[in-house]
Protein backbone atom coordinates (compact mmCIF):
# COMPACT_ATOMS: atom_id res chain seq x y z
CA UNK A 1 0.00 0.00 0.00
CA UNK A 2 1.32 3.53 -0.71
CA UNK A 3 1.27 6.03 1.94
CA UNK A 4 -1.60 7.99 0.45
CA UNK A 5 -3.59 4.89 -0.02
CA UNK A 6 -3.01 4.73 4.16
CA UNK A 7 -4.12 8.08 4.55
CA UNK A 8 -6.88 7.58 2.39
CA UNK A 9 -8.01 5.11 5.17
CA UNK A 10 -7.10 6.93 8.31
CA UNK A 11 -9.11 10.09 6.73
CA UNK A 12 -11.70 8.37 7.11
CA UNK A 13 -11.39 6.77 10.21
CA UNK A 14 -9.83 9.73 12.05
CA UNK A 15 -11.31 13.40 13.39
CA UNK A 16 -9.59 16.35 11.59
CA UNK A 17 -7.37 16.80 14.55
CA UNK A 18 -6.31 13.29 15.15
CA UNK A 19 -5.46 13.00 11.43
CA UNK A 20 -3.63 15.87 12.00
CA UNK A 21 -2.07 15.27 15.09
CA UNK A 22 -0.90 11.89 13.26
CA UNK A 23 0.44 13.52 10.41
CA UNK A 24 2.56 15.69 13.04
CA UNK A 25 3.30 12.85 14.97
CA UNK A 26 5.08 11.00 11.57
CA UNK A 27 7.14 14.00 10.68
CA UNK A 28 8.78 14.76 14.32
CA UNK A 29 9.17 10.94 14.26
CA UNK A 30 10.99 11.37 11.02
CA UNK A 31 13.28 14.18 12.43
CA UNK A 32 14.05 11.98 15.47
CA UNK A 33 14.86 8.95 13.44
CA UNK A 34 17.54 11.32 11.70
CA UNK A 35 18.79 12.90 14.33
CA UNK A 36 19.18 9.37 16.40
CA UNK A 37 19.93 6.81 13.95
CA UNK A 38 16.81 4.73 13.19
CA UNK A 39 14.97 4.17 9.69
CA UNK A 40 12.88 7.59 8.61
CA UNK A 41 10.40 5.66 6.71
CA UNK A 42 10.13 3.19 9.24
CA UNK A 43 9.60 6.09 11.97
CA UNK A 44 7.25 7.57 9.16
CA UNK A 45 4.59 5.09 8.79
CA UNK A 46 4.84 4.13 12.40
CA UNK A 47 3.97 7.91 13.38
CA UNK A 48 1.26 7.88 10.57
CA UNK A 49 -0.80 5.08 11.97
CA UNK A 50 -0.12 4.69 15.75
CA UNK A 51 -3.62 6.51 16.43
CA UNK A 52 -5.53 4.81 13.64
CA UNK A 53 -7.94 2.79 16.20
CA UNK A 54 -8.13 6.33 17.95
CA UNK A 55 -11.33 6.98 17.16
CA UNK A 56 -13.34 3.63 16.54
CA UNK A 57 -16.24 2.61 18.49
CA UNK A 58 -14.90 0.78 21.91
CA UNK A 59 -16.77 -2.22 20.66
CA UNK A 60 -14.77 -2.10 17.61
CA UNK A 61 -11.55 -1.55 19.50
CA UNK A 62 -12.75 -4.67 21.63
CA UNK A 63 -13.40 -7.08 18.69
CA UNK A 64 -10.19 -5.93 16.96
CA UNK A 65 -8.51 -7.17 19.79
CA UNK A 66 -10.53 -10.39 20.47
CA UNK A 67 -10.09 -11.51 16.66
CA UNK A 68 -6.43 -11.27 17.10
CA UNK A 69 -6.74 -13.50 20.28
CA UNK A 70 -5.53 -11.10 22.72
CA UNK A 71 -6.73 -11.12 26.44
CA UNK A 72 -6.74 -7.93 28.32
CA UNK A 73 -5.30 -8.12 31.60
CA UNK A 74 -7.57 -6.23 34.38
CA UNK A 75 -5.85 -3.14 34.23
CA UNK A 76 -6.18 -2.96 30.62
CA UNK A 77 -9.95 -3.88 30.75
CA UNK A 78 -10.91 -1.12 33.18
CA UNK A 79 -8.41 1.53 30.90
CA UNK A 80 -10.22 1.61 27.62
CA UNK A 81 -7.51 4.74 26.75
CA UNK A 82 -4.84 1.69 26.31
CA UNK A 83 -7.03 -0.53 23.77
CA UNK A 84 -6.52 1.90 20.95
CA UNK A 85 -2.79 1.19 20.75
CA UNK A 86 -3.62 -2.54 21.38
CA UNK A 87 -6.27 -2.52 18.51
CA UNK A 88 -4.04 -0.03 16.50
CA UNK A 89 -1.51 -2.79 16.05
CA UNK A 90 -3.74 -5.39 15.63
CA UNK A 91 -5.36 -3.12 12.51
CA UNK A 92 -1.88 -2.31 10.64
CA UNK A 93 -0.89 -5.93 11.01
CA UNK A 94 -4.49 -7.71 9.47
CA UNK A 95 -5.87 -4.32 7.48
CA UNK A 96 -2.98 -2.72 6.33
CA UNK A 97 -0.72 -5.46 5.57
CA UNK A 98 2.24 -3.74 7.89
CA UNK A 99 4.46 -6.84 8.01
CA UNK A 100 7.55 -5.28 9.84
CA UNK A 101 7.08 -6.02 13.28
CA UNK A 102 9.30 -2.97 14.64
CA UNK A 103 6.20 -1.20 13.22
CA UNK A 104 3.61 -3.18 14.58
CA UNK A 105 5.41 -3.24 18.17
CA UNK A 106 6.00 1.02 17.90
CA UNK A 107 2.72 1.18 17.35
CA UNK A 108 1.23 -1.26 19.87
CA UNK A 109 3.60 0.15 23.02
CA UNK A 110 3.35 4.09 21.91
CA UNK A 111 0.90 4.58 25.07
CA UNK A 112 1.89 2.61 27.91
CA UNK A 113 5.96 2.24 26.58
CA UNK A 114 7.78 -1.14 28.59
CA UNK A 115 11.06 -2.52 29.09
CA UNK A 116 13.90 -2.91 26.62
CA UNK A 117 12.41 -0.97 24.11
CA UNK A 118 13.77 -0.35 20.49
CA UNK A 119 15.25 2.61 19.39
CA UNK A 120 12.03 2.93 17.31
CA UNK A 121 9.58 2.22 19.93
CA UNK A 122 10.83 5.37 22.22
CA UNK A 123 11.24 7.44 19.05
CA UNK A 124 7.54 6.76 18.42
CA UNK A 125 6.87 7.24 22.24
CA UNK A 126 8.59 10.54 22.26
CA UNK A 127 6.92 11.85 19.51
CA UNK A 128 3.87 11.28 20.28
CA UNK A 129 4.57 13.50 23.30
CA UNK A 130 6.40 16.39 21.28
CA UNK A 131 4.63 16.24 17.75
CA UNK A 132 4.26 20.32 16.58
CA UNK A 133 0.40 19.74 17.69
CA UNK A 134 0.57 19.49 21.41
CA UNK A 135 0.27 21.98 23.81
CA UNK A 136 0.31 20.84 27.45
CA UNK A 137 1.93 22.92 30.15
CA UNK A 138 5.88 21.54 30.17
CA UNK A 139 5.80 20.42 26.46
CA UNK A 140 8.54 23.08 25.76
CA UNK A 141 10.69 21.21 28.70
CA UNK A 142 9.87 18.07 26.96
CA UNK A 143 11.11 19.20 23.32
CA UNK A 144 14.38 20.57 24.55
CA UNK A 145 14.55 17.14 26.51
CA UNK A 146 13.99 15.31 23.06
CA UNK A 147 17.02 16.92 21.47
CA UNK A 148 19.40 16.73 24.54
CA UNK A 149 19.41 12.91 24.38
CA UNK A 150 16.17 9.88 24.24
CA UNK A 151 17.34 7.99 27.23
CA UNK A 152 16.85 11.59 29.22
CA UNK A 153 14.02 12.27 27.56
CA UNK A 154 12.30 8.78 27.75
CA UNK A 155 12.95 9.57 31.30
CA UNK A 156 11.13 12.62 31.65
CA UNK A 157 8.08 11.66 30.08
CA UNK A 158 7.27 8.21 31.94
CA UNK A 159 8.48 10.53 35.09
CA UNK A 160 5.38 13.53 33.50
CA UNK A 161 3.19 10.16 32.67
CA UNK A 162 3.49 8.75 36.33
CA UNK A 163 3.13 11.57 37.76
CA UNK A 164 -0.23 12.48 35.90
CA UNK A 165 -1.74 9.03 36.12
CA UNK A 166 -0.98 8.78 39.67
CA UNK A 167 -2.59 12.49 40.92
CA UNK A 168 -5.54 12.05 38.45
CA UNK A 169 -6.43 8.79 40.21
CA UNK A 170 -5.71 6.25 37.10
CA UNK A 171 -4.06 2.72 37.42
CA UNK A 172 -0.45 2.63 36.28
CA UNK A 173 -0.26 -0.02 33.31
CA UNK A 174 3.01 -2.67 34.64
CA UNK A 175 4.53 -2.03 31.08
CA UNK A 176 5.05 1.73 31.96
CA UNK A 177 6.46 0.57 35.64
CA UNK A 178 8.70 -1.74 33.66
CA UNK A 179 10.01 1.07 31.28
CA UNK A 180 10.32 3.31 34.49
CA UNK A 181 11.90 0.81 36.64
CA UNK A 182 14.57 -0.40 33.95
CA UNK A 183 15.85 3.40 33.05
CA UNK A 184 16.30 3.93 36.72
CA UNK A 185 18.50 0.76 37.81
CA UNK A 186 20.13 1.02 34.67
CA UNK A 187 20.83 4.70 36.19
CA UNK A 188 22.22 3.23 39.67
CA UNK A 189 24.25 1.01 38.73
CA UNK A 190 26.20 3.56 36.05
O1 LIG B 1 -3.29 8.69 21.73
P1 LIG B 1 -2.69 9.98 22.22
O2 LIG B 1 -3.67 10.86 22.92
O3 LIG B 1 -1.96 10.71 21.12
O4 LIG B 1 -1.55 9.61 23.28
P2 LIG B 1 -1.33 8.21 24.04
O5 LIG B 1 -1.52 7.04 23.13
O6 LIG B 1 0.00 8.32 24.72
O7 LIG B 1 -2.49 8.15 25.11
C1 LIG B 1 -2.42 8.94 26.23
C2 LIG B 1 -3.47 8.48 27.20
O8 LIG B 1 -3.17 7.17 27.68
C3 LIG B 1 -3.53 9.40 28.39
O9 LIG B 1 -4.89 9.73 28.63
C4 LIG B 1 -2.99 8.58 29.54
C5 LIG B 1 -3.22 7.17 29.09
N1 LIG B 1 -2.19 6.29 29.63
C6 LIG B 1 -0.88 6.23 29.29
N2 LIG B 1 -0.21 5.33 30.05
C7 LIG B 1 -1.14 4.79 30.88
C8 LIG B 1 -2.39 5.41 30.61
N3 LIG B 1 -3.54 5.10 31.26
C9 LIG B 1 -3.45 4.19 32.24
N4 LIG B 1 -4.54 3.87 32.91
N5 LIG B 1 -2.27 3.56 32.58
C10 LIG B 1 -1.08 3.82 31.94
O10 LIG B 1 -0.03 3.25 32.28
FE1 LIG C 1 -2.17 7.08 21.08
FE1 LIG D 1 -0.91 9.98 19.42
Known amino acids: MTINAYKRILMERLTEKRYLHS ?3 ADEAVRLAKKYGADPDKAYLAGLLHDCMKDAPKEEML ?3 ERFG ?3 TDIEKSSPKLWHAIA ?4 VRRQLDIE ?3 IVRAIRYHT ?4 DMSLLEKILYLADFTSSDRDYPGVEDMRKA ?3 GLERAMTEALTFTIVDLAQSGHAIHPDTIGAYNQIML ?3 EA
Not at 88 to 91: S, Y
Request: aromatic share 4%.
Open 186 to 188: QKA
Open 23 to 25: LAV
Open 88 to 91: GACF
Open 112 to 115: TARK
Open 63 to 65: QTI
Open 70 to 72: IIL
Open 146 to 148: VDA
Open 100 to 102: DGE
